[in-house]
């Protein structure tokens, strides 16, 4: 078209403006918000496949985010009408993530590749389900968010390849929060992994074999978590697992023994780096820090312990082994500093 000879283009949407729409239907608070998201994010993609608009509004790892959290939060508030169940929504977020690493894996220079937070919104997801698979769908996404970390790949340019890493380990690396985000999830776990309308019928030995196998998911995740590259357990990792062994477990003297392990492994830690502040905020602060010499035990994890180890003599008889090893600790390091 044109007015007094000067040729106009018509308007068209760019990248941003969807991103305004996408934002709009996020923040919405409705039932119908996050689908409605979804949907634009998806007709955002097959226009860009199409080729037949002249702006460049390929979604970016950000309209993703945006859609993700959308699900992610209407499954954590429960929005009053949304009929649809928690785990289908959990299952949305995922299918996004899966979306979004094959967009990555497609192209090298892709601008749409999973981060940290793309993994971590959609374990957020199946941990607000409070679902019977929660568990083993967080676990999948941790294996797969720790895989995304390492993985590589072919590139090939003209007659040479070469392997180039998947992921940047700066976009994609799981931090020690993750794996206490599983171990959390499984030790809240209060379902047998099957359906609510079965559940009453199932025998004291399958509740047991049903809530060994997520707490195997929780030991899995710690000692992920003791050999990763990326993080190390802090006191936040054993206060959870713990917590498992009380919940999951049978109460026997194998539980109790298998916890005094997990407890001895806690003190023999070494806390991250930087994990303690020198600047104390509160004396609330300060009693729930770990003490001196105290490795990963801090007010949480000894609280955890004195809950698995009902009788006075065990648990007096773990904490002075404790003390003892806590003094002797502090000792080791002022005659090394010497």
């Not at 790892?61 to 959290?69: A, L, Q, T």
């Not at 389900?129 to 996404?141: F, L, R």
Request: glycine share 6%; proline share 4%.
């Amino acid at each position: 078209t044109s007015w007094q000879g000067v040729v106009l283009s018509k308007v068209q949407p760019n990248l941003q403006t969807y991103k305004l729409v996408l934002h709009a239907w996020a923040a919405s608070h409705t039932v119908e918000g996050p689908d409605r998201a979804e949907e634009i994010l998806r007709h955002m993609l097959s226009l860009s496949k199409a080729g037949n608009i002249g702006v460049e509004i390929l979604p970016d790892v950000k309209c993703f985010h945006i859609v993700m959290k959308a699900h992610a939060e209407a499954i954590r508030k429960g929005i009053k009408g949304d009929d649809g169940s928690a785990a289908e929504r959990a299952h949305k977020v995922t299918a996004l993530l899966d979306w979004m690493e094959l967009l990555g894996v497609r192209s090298a220079t892709s601008k749409i590749q999973p981060t940290s937070d793309s993994y971590r919104i959609a374990l957020s997801a199946w941990v607000w389900s409070h679902h019977v698979d929660a568990p083993k769908e967080a676990e999948s996404i941790l294996y797969r968010m720790i895989r995304a970390s390492q993985d590589t790949k072919i590139v090939v340019t003209g007659d040479t390849a070469s392997v180039k890493a998947h992921s940047d380990p700066c976009t994609v690396q799981p931090e020690t929060r993750d794996f206490n985000t599983l171990i959390n999830c499984c030790s809240f776990a209060r379902r047998v992994g099957v359906d609510k309308s079965e559940e009453d019928k199932l025998s004291l030995f399958q509740r047991q074999v049903a809530h060994r196998e997520i707490y195997n998911i929780a030991e899995g995740a710690l000692h992920a978590l003791i050999s990763s590259p990326h993080a190390q357990p802090d006191s936040a990792t054993f206060s959870g697992i713990i917590r498992a062994a009380i919940n999951l477990l049978p109460n026997t003297d194998e539980r109790d023994e298998q916890i005094i392990e997990l407890f001895r492994l806690a003190y023999r830690t070494p806390p991250a780096e930087g994990s303690t502040s020198t600047r104390i905020t509160s004396t609330t602060s300060e009693r729930m820090q770990a003490p001196p010499g105290a490795g990963c035990v801090d007010a949480n994890v000894l609280r955890q312990l004195r809950h698995a180890l009902p009788s006075t003599d065990d648990y007096i008889r773990v904490r002075e082994e404790f003390e003892e090893y806590r003094r002797q600790n502090i000792g080791d390091h002022q005659n090394g500093g010497e």
